[in-house]
């Protein structure tokens, strides 16, 4: 049972477009989902994440986008750069447990 | 800090083979996991701790071992390596308190 679903698998966006990454959870009772950055070769590293509480977290040119009654959450990446070229992965966890990750997404931003 | 270390980066088993990934971190995390990642699979959870001496099984435990028996190390353990377990290992690890995750920067395991 796949409990974090992410979309698209797979993504190429211009240079200073908007890259969208979905991502839609079952389990209600989650309460932090953070959003995941991959570098090839390396570890993924925290980016960006966000309690129920809110419906929207931008730190710079990212932004979660948080639907809690469609159980729904999104990254938004503006003007993005060839150095977002990345994987990006969505994750859900309640009350300090583990964390489920989505299956990713490859970002392709063209120069 | 050094954060999380894994070692090593590469490793080719013959199938039967065993052999311990290790994962050291000087963070004084309390909680470390391991994932395995494989292509459009994402992020797997094989196993996890939650402090020393104390471990538990993730999403797919079959054929690894753990041990925690300091708070810096958390080794993963291969007894009878098989094909299917040709993949990319992550070790990680945050605080009690805190959800954020500190990867390593990986192993990447071939079984033949």
């Known amino acids: 049972q796949q409990q974090v679903k992410q979309s698209p698998q797979s993504l190429i966006v211009q240079k200073g477009g908007i890259s969208i990454i979905n991502c839609a959870y079952e389990?209600?009772?989650?309460?932090?989902f953070p959003w995941y950055q991959q570098f090839p070769g390396k570890g993924p590293a925290l980016l960006i994440a966000?309690?129920?509480?809110?419906s929207e977290k931008k730190e710079g040119r990212f932004t979660i986008s948080f639907n809690k009654s469609a159980k729904q959450f999104s990254l938004h990446i503006m003007d993005s750069q060839p150095g977002d070229s990345a994987t990006y992965f969505c994750?859900?966890?309640?009350?300090?447990?583990?964390?489920?990750f989505g299956k990713g997404t490859m970002l392709l931003v063209s120069p | 800090n050094a954060g999380v270390t894994q070692t090593p980066k590469f490793q080719v088993l013959k199938t039967g083979q065993s052999m311990t990934l290790q994962c050291a971190q000087d963070?004084?995390?309390?909680?470390m996991s391991w994932y395995r990642q494989d292509p459009g699979m994402g992020l797997r959870l094989i196993h996890y701790?939650?402090?020393?001496?104390?471990?538990d099984q993730g999403e797919v435990p079959n054929g690894y071992n753990v041990s925690r028996s300091t708070t810096e190390d958390f080794p993963l353990r291969l007894l009878s390596a098989a094909p299917s377990q040709t993949s990319v290992y992550f070790c990680?690890?945050?605080?009690?308190?805190?959800?954020?995750?500190?990867f390593g920067s990986g192993t990447q395991l071939s079984v033949l």
């Open positions: 966000i309690r129920p509480d809110v």
């Open positions: 389990n209600t009772a989650f309460d932090y």
């Open positions: 963070m004084n995390h309390e909680y």
């Open positions: 701790s939650v402090g020393a001496g104390i471990t």
């Open positions: 990680a690890s945050r605080t009690a308190a805190n959800e954020k995750l500190f």
């Open positions: 994750a859900a966890t309640a009350g300090y447990s583990t964390l489920t």
